[in-house]
């Protein structure tokens, strides 16, 4: 074995040290100290050593915070203190009666000072109530080893792979001397638009949408594969401090001192905490935050009141559930009563027959609200929801409503169970409910549903775009037996479409050409068009990026589509199975002839996904390059796991330069991106 020399040793751990101030400051100060350039060219560097000197390689590297591996489950693990939970309160009325409660817990000489600043410290802290799933973070000698689920608050799942993705939870503390043992707690969530992101994928890709931020936080967490975890991009706050001895010595004596000492140690810490020292006060944060939690990149369903002496903490103790100094004032929740007067069933693209419950209207989050999802069948009965019963529904943002509860005291003696038809609502064949799944689909090919919603997604914006196809006019295609599959729109002539309700012979003509205008469409839309379970846009995207053409794919083994980083094991056996479908694979071959794009313009030659050496560089192409096409140098650059973007900015590291290049040469130079010349590119490829 190589001697490993003192100076490699210390440039691995001093790149380590800066690396991690700069994922400190960039990611919980929101302060970067770095160009991501620079970032990125120190990122190789340690890589690179640690490439050639393994034995370096140290579990708090921030080269090792995605595994590969996905888990099979997640060990249990008895938390050493139990994770509580709060006592809800909903105004301020109910927050006196609470603080009423802990003053008769309180000693008698704590209770004289209501109302004024205590000697040691200010009476309450405030803090946002983050919805998202809260987690147990264990510290050892200053490394993290273990991250876990709250679970029932006793026992709850060691996650540590997903946890370790999660960029603002440090992999080793910011401390000089730590202590042997320290435990953090906090809130794992989502940002709302990686929400909002996560749900139209999952829309897009026939899956049911999360409810909330918390279910999309807690679901995360739970994904076996890290790699899936990494692309979700969770965030996390901490609120709790735990170290061992804490209270006899002075490292932090107070709520606010821990939650300032946990922001050193090198975690995101809520900056929107405050002191109260009295309850007007605490009246008027929780006032301010109810409309001002609107304009906040994540989800808050309330303020966390907390008593601010550790002392006094201990004093109160806790009820058989709850800590008696702390409470959870919440904000009116967006639920409401209504009657269900039926229940219909939807027939979606997939063939899932999904139960949808009619209500009377009723005011929610600023909406009439008259219709919301019962999932699938097992919902259903786990609700048992009945046609007359008076249930609970709840919308949130722009989420769909659910029905969260049935009131059994308000039910009808009349009232009507529901069961899921035998027969398919639209096409009258029988429907299937695989075992072990909850949801109950049809499986006739020519179901008029499952062709209307493939139709629809064929022509849908992201996927191949083709303009004035509305629902409308789809029921009419496929009723009037004009089309039985997306390839036949190839076929349609503006003489036939002309026969339709409200069709001139100008929009006809404009129709045929919108659909001809399609055959341009690269090869990822198309398949995205498919419309293949589990594979919404990004996918879609990244499975044509290592497949160029649909030869490749059709006859990918799943083990191969599921080495493309980001595409799990799940998704490859729905790619997988979908081809070996005849009827799909003559769908494929008539697309073909159609002359839809059906490969990526040029097939690079294949690149082993262990040579990534472009991976995280972003590049821009500009002018024209005296032999590749745009395109070609384009899957080129991606298939050795690069990214092009069209336009140059601080986050390029490679400008690629042929003859008349524009603007773009310019703001490069000004911005001082490195140039690159075609034999250039190519020389960097081949090494
Ligand atoms: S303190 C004993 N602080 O709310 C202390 N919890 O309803 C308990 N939560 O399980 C937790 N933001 O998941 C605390 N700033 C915050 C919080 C917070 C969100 C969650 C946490 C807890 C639940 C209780």
Known sequence: MEEIKPEVRQRVEELRQLLQQASYTYYVLDNPIMEDAVYDQLYRELQQLETHYPETITADSPTQRVGEKPATQFPSVRHKIPLYSLENAFNIEELKVWQERWWRHAPSEEQGKQGENSPLTPLYVCELKIDGSALALSYENGVLVRGATRGDGITGEDITPNVRTIRSIPLRLNLENPPPSVEVRGEAFLPLDVFQKINQERSQASEAPFANPRNAAAGTLRQLDPRIVDRRRLDFFAYTLHIPGMDDTSIARTQWEALELLQKMGFRVNPNRKVCTSLPEVAEYYEHWDTERLNLPYMTDGVVVKINSFALQEQLGFTQKFPRWAVALKYAAEEAPTRVENISVNVGRTGALTPLAEMRPVQLAGTTVSRATLHNSDRVAQLDIRIGDTVIVRKAGEIIPEVLRVIPELRPAEAKPFQIPTHCPVCNQPVVRPAGEAVTRCVNASCPAILRGAIEHWVSRDALDINGMGEKLVRQL????????????????????????????????????????????????????????????????????????????????????????????????????????????????????????????????????????????????????????????????????????????????????????????????ALGIPQLSEAQLLEMLEG
Request: aromatic letters at 6%.
């Open 478 to 669: 496929v009723d009037r037996g004009l089309v039985h599959s997306v390839a036949d729109l190839y076929d349609l002539t503006s003489e036939r479409l002309e026969t339709l309700e409200r069709m001139g012979k100008k929009s006809a003509q404009k129709l045929v050409q919108a659909i001809a205008q399609s055959k341009t469409k690269p090869w990822s839309r198309v398949l995205y068009g498919l419309g293949i379970r589990h594979v919404g846009s990004v996918n879609a995207q990244l499975l044509t990026e290592q497949f160029p053409t649909v030869e490749k794919l059709a006859e990918a083994e799943p083990d191969a589509i599921a080495s493309v980083y980001g595409i799990g094991s799940e998704i490859a056996q729905s790619v997988y199975q979908w081809f070996r479908i005849p009827a799909n694979q003559t769908l494929i071959s008539r697309l073909k002839a159609t002359g839809l794009q059906l490969a990526a313009e040029v097939e690079a030659h294949p690149t082993p996904a262990s040579k990534q050496s472009f991976s995280g560089k972003t590049f821009v192409i500009t002018g024209t390059l005296p032999t590749l096409k745009r395109d070609e140098a384009k899957v080129l650059i991606q298939k050795a796991g690069g990214k092009v973007t069209d336009s140059v900015s601080k986050k390029t590291d490679y400008l690629v330069v042929g003859e008349e290049a524009g603007s773009k040469l310019e703001k490069a130079e």
